[in-house]
T-cell receptor, first 112, second 113 residues
Framework: SQQGEEDPQALSIQEGENATMNCSYK?????LQWYRQNSGRGLVHLIL?????REKHSGRLRVTLDTSKKSSSLLITASRAADTASYFCATGVSGGYNKLIFGAGTRLAVHP | SQTIHQWPATLVQPVGSPLSLECTVE??????LYWYRQAAGRGLQLLFY??????ISSEVPQNLSASRPQDRQFILSSKKLLLSDSGFYLCAWSPKRGNTEAFFGQGTRLTVV
């Protein structure tokens, strides 16, 4: 079953603008992760934020986590056409094997 | 460095035919291994995971099975494919330690006709 719900489902912006994607989840988590998928390819890990962290940065990426609201956001600043992809949040939950539950993703299109 | 290989990249199979997708990991030992399926425009659904040789757990009962004959080899199989088995199949691995990311192969696009 899918736990993460991304919002919006699709996002279209111009180069240079910021892109914000949100993720909500339902159960307790160990961590929350964001992945990127170019069309027809595998997923690439972007960033992991642990349940006791509130904000994390990596280059042009900023992730926040609000465990009281069971939500996370991914901000991509100064977007580029190469950022065009689908972005998925995945919740790391207890299960003895690094179980990840993925949302349906946000399709981001960045126009030159 | 660790790498994950998954093949074939695309596959078209008739209904009722068998399936074998293979995934191998290099550069690490005793990884957790996973098979996911992704329907068009959707997120990933975990099908199977394995924490060791011969240890397979299924998340979703269906027409597929998985095997791990060697530490870094994970195979997804079916004896008779259904139309509903079409999709994008992804193999992934993660280290045993907790709070870690997963590393994905490039996926196999399976079309059952």
């Amino acid at each position: 079953s899918q736990q993460g719900e991304e919002d919006p489902q699709a996002l279209s912006i111009q180069e240079g603008e910021n892109a914000t994607m949100n993720c909500s989840y339902k159960t307790s988590i160990n961590n929350l992760q964001w992945y990127r998928q170019n069309s027809g390819r595998g997923l690439v890990h972007l960033i992991l934020i642990r349940s006791n962290e509130r904000e994390k940065h990596s280059g042009r990426l900023r992730v926040t986590l609000d465990t009281s609201k069971k939500s996370s956001s991914l901000l991509i600043t100064a977007s580029r056409a190469a950022d065009t992809a689908s972005y998925f949040c995945a919740t790391g939950v207890s299960g003895g094997y690094n179980k990840l539950i993925f949302g349906a993703g946000t399709r981001l299109a960045v126009h030159p | 460095s660790q790498t994950i290989h998954q093949w074939p990249a695309t596959l078209v199979q008739p209904v009722g035919s068998p399936l074998s997708l293979e995934c191998t990991v290099e550069g690490t030992s005793n990884p957790n291994l996973y098979w996911y399926r992704q329907a068009a425009g959707r997120g990933l659904q975990l099908l199977f995971y394995s924490v060791g040789i011969g240890q397979i757990s299924s998340e979703v009962p269906q027409n597929l099975s998985a095997s791990r004959p060697q530490d870094r080899q994970f195979i997804l199989s079916s004896k008779k494919l259904l139309l509903s088995d079409s999709g994008f199949y992804l193999c992934a691995w993660s280290p045993k330690r907790g709070n870690t990311e997963a590393f994905f192969g490039q996926g196999t696009r399976l079309t059952v006709v």
